[in-house]
């Protein structure tokens, strides 16, 4: 496995950037590719998430390590950088949406993709446009943007329609790729940073994941 640095990113928080994160680092273990992930979220979520789960199950195997990566700390962000740009392996970066902090252009100027979560609504759209925008402009990283947390039972609604009209006009053809909807289900109602995926699970996130997986792969 060559080296490729992949950010999960988003301008508004709860589109599920850190879940996304974590859940593709298992996707890839599963793939059997070395996987890093580095936390750059001030608010540390998969670090946390990764303490309690050990603290719930001591003897877990790990299957994929996490650190945290100081966003304040300048110097260490470079250096970090730096270091992971010469592993062989997959390293994942779970970011806040924040193009003006000079650490996280550090972290975006490195990226070979950014995965961009989004929701099916008007709202989510322009923010995820805006953000994408600006970072085209500044930036060289592929974008991916996933449409998640999905509901079947919203789909026929006029708004999820128009936004998904608008996501396709607005961000697809002008700025990167869309991929396959992540659906809300139980199965997707958090994630575990220790458990492999059981079947539903997979088989929900396999084509969004998966047209990513080829891209960092081919």
Not at 152 to 178: C, N, Q
């Given at each position: 496995?060559?080296?490729?640095?992949?950010?999960?990113?988003?301008?508004?928080?709860?589109?599920?950037?850190?879940?996304?994160?974590?859940?593709?680092?298992?996707?890839?273990?599963?793939?059997?590719?070395?996987?890093?992930?580095?936390?750059?979220?001030?608010?540390?979520?998969i670090?946390?998430?990764?303490?309690?789960?050990?603290?719930?199950?001591?003897?877990?195997?790990?299957?994929?390590?996490?650190?945290?990566?100081n966003?304040t700390?300048?110097?260490?962000?470079?250096?970090?950088?730096?270091?992971?740009?010469?592993?062989?392996?997959i390293?994942?970066?779970?970011?806040p949406?924040?193009?003006?902090?000079p650490?996280?252009?550090?972290?975006?100027?490195?990226?070979?993709?950014?995965?961009?979560?989004?929701?099916?609504?008007?709202?989510?759209?322009?923010?995820?446009?805006?953000?994408?925008?600006?970072?085209?402009?500044?930036?060289t990283?592929?974008?991916f943007?996933?449409?998640?947390?999905?509901?079947?039972?919203?789909?026929?609604?006029g708004?999820?329609?128009?936004?998904?009209?608008?996501?396709?006009?607005?961000?697809?053809?002008?700025?990167?790729?869309?991929?396959?909807?992540?659906?809300?289900t139980?199965?997707?109602?958090?994630?575990?940073t220790?458990?492999?995926?059981n079947f539903?699970?997979?088989k929900?996130?396999?084509?969004?994941?998966?047209?990513?997986?080829?891209?960092?792969?081919?």
């Amino acid at each position: 496995m060559n080296n490729k640095i992949i950010l999960t990113t988003a301008l508004k928080g709860g589109v599920g950037k850190s879940c996304l994160c974590a859940n593709f680092a298992t996707f890839f273990v599963e793939q059997g590719q070395p996987v890093m992930v580095l936390d750059a979220d001030i608010q540390q979520s998969i670090s946390r998430h990764r303490k309690r789960d050990l603290d719930s199950h001591p003897s877990a195997k790990i299957p994929w390590q996490v650190h945290f990566l100081n966003p304040t700390n300048l110097d260490g962000v470079r250096v970090m950088m730096e270091r992971v740009k010469k592993l062989p392996c997959i390293v994942l970066i779970d970011c806040p949406g924040n193009i003006q902090d000079p650490a996280l252009q550090i972290i975006y100027e490195a990226a070979d993709v950014a995965i961009i979560p989004y929701e099916l609504n008007s709202d989510s759209v322009d923010a995820t446009k805006i953000f994408a925008e600006v970072f085209k402009k500044n930036f060289t990283a592929k974008m991916f943007f996933i449409p998640n947390k999905v509901s079947a039972v919203f789909e026929k609604r006029g708004e999820v329609r128009k936004a998904r009209e608008d996501a396709v006009e607005a961000l697809s053809r002008k700025l990167g790729e869309i991929t396959p909807d992540i659906p809300l289900t139980t199965h997707l109602n958090g994630y575990s940073t220790l458990e492999l995926f059981n079947f539903e699970k997979r088989k929900a996130l396999k084509y969004a994941f998966g047209q990513i997986y080829k891209y960092v792969t081919c």
